[in-house]
């Protein structure tokens, strides 16, 4: 296991896992702040070893927020372990995230309304419900609104062992990817998500897979791109109807 922690932004902390043999790493962001969040806890096996990361940065026993993306294992297949461990730390999700959660978690937190935003003390983060985006019902992704990070869980995935950050134009790698394995679905409701994401001014994007995507520029050649893509398959396959 390959185990990185950079400071992408300042007190947000990506804490990257890629495995042996692996072809995609698995990023972590800690937001260290009053109340502190970390955004994906991860796979259950790993707990373990994100704890320990997490534990070099904070004391775990502050962690105020768990927040992920969608029900999935590298979003919160350990989130059961961070709430036993984490007494004052409680789930943050959207209505439809919250269901699930019901069931699953065992202890509830706090349901966020669509562009609600939790008061961390020096950061702000924002959810936007985004169903079916990058995918599942219960989709949503989080947006920090003082350092201007865009928390996109799978939007912007690009595998290898990549370097902390990314600074250059990969809309054609990300493109690829997604064209590849097919993760973001191509309907309206990706396009009508993406819009609402390209309205924000957006300086970082932390992915969930691969290096954090730095600069406005970058960052909105690779939503256009995923953009364009979307539209173009969508609309062939609407004209194939």
């Avoid at 297949?77 to 999700?93: F, T, Y």
């Avoid at 202890?107 to 985006?133: K, V, Y």
């Avoid at 949503?140 to 950050?165: M, N, Q, W």
Wanted: proline letters at 5%; one cysteine or more.
């Amino acid at each position: 296991m390959h185990i990185a922690v950079d400071e992408i932004a300042d007190n947000i902390f990506r804490i990257s896992l890629f495995p042996d043999a692996g072809f995609i790493g698995f990023n972590h962001f800690l937001l260290r702040d009053a109340a502190p969040a970390l955004i994906h806890t991860g796979h259950r096996q790993n707990f373990e070893i994100l704890y320990r990361e997490v534990e070099k940065l904070i004391d775990p026993k502050d962690l105020r927020y768990l927040c992920f993306s969608h029900m999935e294992p590298d979003e919160c297949g350990s989130l059961n372990d961070w709430l036993k461990h984490c007494p004052q730390a409680e789930i943050a999700l959207g209505k439809i995230g919250m269901m699930s959660m019901r069931d699953y978690a065992i202890r509830l937190g706090r349901e966020l309304a669509d562009g609600e935003a939790l008061d961390l003390g020096s950061m702000r983060l924002r959810i936007l419900i985004t169903p079916h985006f990058p995918h599942q019902w219960d989709g949503c992704i989080f947006y920090e609104t003082t350092r201007k990070v865009l928390f996109g869980s799978d939007v912007a995935a690009h595998p290898g062992l990549c370097k902390p950050f990314v600074s250059s134009d990969i809309s054609d790698t990300v493109v690829a990817f997604q064209s590849k394995l097919g993760f973001v679905p191509y309907g309206l409701e990706s396009l009508n998500a993406l819009k609402r994401v390209r309205a924000l001014p957006v300086e970082c994007q932390a992915a969930m897979h691969g290096a954090a995507i730095t600069g406005a520029a970058p960052v909105s050649g690779v939503l256009s791109a995923l953009e364009t893509n979307i539209s173009e398959k969508l609309r062939k396959e609407l004209a194939a109807l």
